[in-house]
């Protein structure tokens, strides 16, 4: 392109259109991802936890039941059952499990 003075100027003309396109979706994709992170609850370090009863000593120095102090810092959701070894002994009389180990039907229990 050639001005009334005589200059002439010459230049690239690009659509960048789908380029600021890709840099707000990026953008977006950031702020979600932050918001994402900013939501993960993860439990780190050590956990001082009584030997006899499973508590863990809180922040405060209190203990809390291990299902309430996890439940409070984490998406873990508990459901509770027994394990073979706590059925003999809390239930002697009681038989739950197969001596392998596996859950036994409801027709065999009773």
Same mark, same amino acid.
């Given at each position: 392109? /050639? ?14 259109? *789908?380029?600021? /396109? ?9 702020? /979600?991802?932050? *918001? ?75």
């Amino acid at each position: 392109m /050639q001005t009334k003075t005589g200059m002439v100027f010459t230049g690239i003309l690009r659509d960048i259109t *789908k380029r600021k /396109q890709i840099e707000g979706d990026r953008e977006n994709l950031i702020v /979600q991802l932050q *918001k994402a992170l900013a939501e993960v609850k993860t439990l780190k370090g050590i956990l001082p936890i009584c030997a006899s009863c499973k508590k863990i000593r809180n922040d405060e120095g209190y203990w809390d039941q291990i299902e309430s102090y996890i439940s409070r810092r984490s998406e873990a959701e508990f459901s509770h059952g027994i394990c073979p070894e706590c059925a003999k002994k809390l239930c002697p009389d009681f038989h739950v499990y197969d001596d392998d180990g596996s859950l036994m039907s409801t027709e065999r229990n009773e």
